[in-house]
């Protein structure tokens, strides 16, 4: 996307599961200028709670690393995440993302992380190399506000 | 962020979970209810969404996990008044096929409650 932003922001954190919640609210808060529907607002906080999940569980599995988010809006009304981090990154991405593959079943963890993301936003990308990292983006263009 | 879990008369455990489930949350509310089922022995085992404020796959999860345990004891498990955007996250794991969402649970509850979970009696005689 090479067109200029309206508005952005970048926080980074680490990877406490207590900022699960701090992080998808902050995304919400930041992207609540464009005046999103609250279905809106329900489906890009549970992708962002998912991307950062993942590299809270998965990244970094046993220390405490950084996650960085960025969002960017657009005059559209397109909204731009990228979660990143510096983790142990996906070997197989196409295998991590199929519905139900878990690597932490005892977890309870569903699998469902990347069907969640996909379903819930336009387009999602993940670029990923092992022992350098995995970054998530997650596009949504908001539907247009009734006049 | 507590999950109110009570036993009603036969064999029937109704969990209120309280606030956002995610990853960080899922595993306590998970101990709470499991202590109930391990401790009464329910048949039916109620999970209540109606105030529950955010929800991501991890509330699969939790559901998947809960549904196992019953069923390996014989009993079922009913979701109650899930939020639409909650029952847009389960019916996308198909965990909806599995068991009954419903939206009124009284049917299901026989009154005259038999235990209150003790945290919440500590809870309020604390406020006093």
Same mark, same amino acid.
């Given at each position: $996307?090479?067109?200029?932003?309206?508005?952005?922001?970048?926080?980074?954190?680490?990877?406490?599961?207590?900022?699960?919640?701090?992080?998808?609210?902050?995304?919400?808060?930041?992207?609540?200028?464009?005046?999103?529907?609250?279905?809106?607002?329900?489906?890009?906080?549970?992708?962002?709670?998912?991307?950062?999940?993942?590299?809270?569980?998965?990244?970094?599995?046993?220390?405490?690393?950084?996650?960085?988010?960025?969002?960017?809006?657009?005059?559209?009304?397109?909204?731009?995440?990228?979660?990143?981090?510096?983790?142990?990154?996906?070997?197989?991405?196409?295998?991590?993302?199929?519905?139900?593959?878990?690597?932490?079943?005892?977890?309870?963890?569903?699998?469902?992380?990347?069907?969640? $993301?996909?379903?819930? $936003?336009?387009?999602?990308?993940?670029?990923?190399?092992?022992?350098?990292?995995?970054?998530?983006?997650?596009?949504?263009?908001?539907?247009?506000?009734?006049? | 962020?507590?999950?109110?879990?009570?036993?009603?008369?036969?064999?029937?455990?109704?969990?209120?979970?309280?606030?956002?489930?995610?990853?960080?949350?899922?595993?306590?509310?998970?101990?709470?209810?499991?202590?109930?089922?391990?401790?009464?022995?329910?048949?039916?085992?109620?999970?209540?969404?109606?105030?529950?404020?955010?929800?991501?796959?991890?509330?699969?999860?939790?559901?998947?996990?809960?549904?196992?345990?019953?069923?390996?004891?014989?009993?079922?498990?009913?979701?109650?008044?899930?939020?639409?955007?909650?029952?847009?996250?389960?019916?996308?794991?198909?965990?909806?096929?599995?068991?009954?969402?419903?939206?009124?649970?009284?049917?299901?509850?026989?009154?005259?409650?038999?235990?209150?979970?003790?945290?919440?009696?500590?809870?309020?005689?604390?406020?006093?």
């Amino acid at each position: $996307m090479k067109r200029k932003p309206i508005n952005k922001m970048k926080m980074i954190f680490p990877t406490y599961s207590e900022n699960e919640r701090f992080s998808r609210s902050a995304v919400s808060s930041f992207i609540s200028q464009l005046d999103p529907l609250l279905d809106e607002i329900s489906d890009i906080k549970t992708a962002v709670s998912e991307g950062v999940t993942n590299a809270i569980v998965h990244a970094y599995p046993d220390s405490i690393g950084e996650v960085t988010i960025e969002v960017k809006i657009y005059t559209d009304r397109t909204v731009y995440i990228k979660i990143k981090d510096k983790g142990c990154g996906i070997e197989d991405v196409k295998k991590a993302m199929e519905p139900l593959f878990t690597s932490s079943p005892d977890e309870e963890r569903a699998g469902l992380g990347f069907a969640v $993301m996909q379903s819930f $936003m336009d387009k999602v990308t993940v670029r990923s190399r092992p022992a350098k990292g995995t970054a998530v983006t997650l596009i949504k263009t908001l539907r247009e506000k009734e006049q | 962020m507590f999950t109110d879990v009570r036993v009603y008369p036969e064999r029937t455990v109704f969990a209120s979970i309280k606030g956002d489930i995610d990853h960080h949350t899922a595993k306590s509310i998970r101990t709470q209810i499991d202590r109930t089922i391990n401790d009464s022995d329910p048949k039916l085992l109620i999970m209540d969404f109606s105030e529950v404020t955010f929800m991501d796959s991890s509330g699969i999860g939790l559901v998947m996990g809960r549904y196992k345990l019953m069923t390996e004891r014989g009993g079922e498990v009913i979701i109650s008044e899930p939020a639409g955007y909650i029952k847009k996250v389960f019916q996308l794991s198909g965990i909806d096929k599995l068991t009954k969402i419903v939206s009124d649970p009284t049917g299901y509850i026989k009154e005259d409650v038999d235990t209150i979970n003790e945290e919440e009696q500590t809870n309020e005689a604390k406020a006093y």
